[in-house]
C-alpha cells in the first residue's frame, strides 16, 4: 500500500526557513520521479518543484526558483523540499506527489499524494 507522508510544517517569519519531509512506504522512491506541489486556500494545486528519480533532473517553479531546493534519499525513502526566504505567498498545504515529475492545473491532481503539511509565514 503505497503511502506518503510529509512533514515539517509550521509557522515562519518572511526571510525564513523551513524544511520539508516526505517518508515514503509500500513502493521503491528510488524508482519514481517525484514532485512537491502546493494549496492556497481557495486554490488549485500549484507545482512547485519535482526531481528524477536519480536526481539527474531538477525543476522549481518560477515563483521559488533561487529560493527552494529540492532533494531526495532513496536509501531513507524520502523526499525533501528546503525553503528559504519565505514569503507570505508562500503560505500553503505542501504535498509531495508521487510519479510526476512536473504537472500543471488540474492533472497535478491525478497524482497520489499524502495529507499535506501547512506552510504558514507570517510576522
Known amino acids: 500500500q503505497v503511502q506518503l507522508v510529509e512533514s515539517g510544517g509550521g509557522l515562519a517569519q518572511p526571510g525564513g526557513s523551513l524544511r520539508l519531509s516526505c517518508a515514503a512506504s509500500g513502493f521503491t522512491l528510488g524508482m519514481w520521479s517525484m514532485s512537491w506541489a502546493r494549496q492556497a486556500p481557495g486554490q488549485g494545486l500549484e507545482w512547485v518543484s519535482g526531481i528524477y528519480s536519480d536526481s539527474t533532473k531538477i525543476d522549481y517553479a518560477d515563483s521559488v526558483k533561487g529560493r527552494f531546493t529540492i532533494s531526495r534519499d532513496n536509501v531513507q525513502n524520502t523526499l525533501y523540499l528546503q525553503m528559504n526566504n519565505l514569503q507570505p505567498e508562500d503560505t500553503a498545504m505542501y504535498y509531495c506527489?508521487?510519479?510526476?515529475?512536473?504537472?500543471?492545473?488540474?492533472?497535478?491532481?491525478?497524482?497520489?499524494r499524502g495529507q499535506g503539511t501547512q506552510v504558514t509565514v507570517s510576522s
Open positions: 506527489l508521487k510519479g510526476v515529475f512536473s504537472c500543471e492545473g488540474p492533472v497535478c491532481d491525478d497524482f497520489e
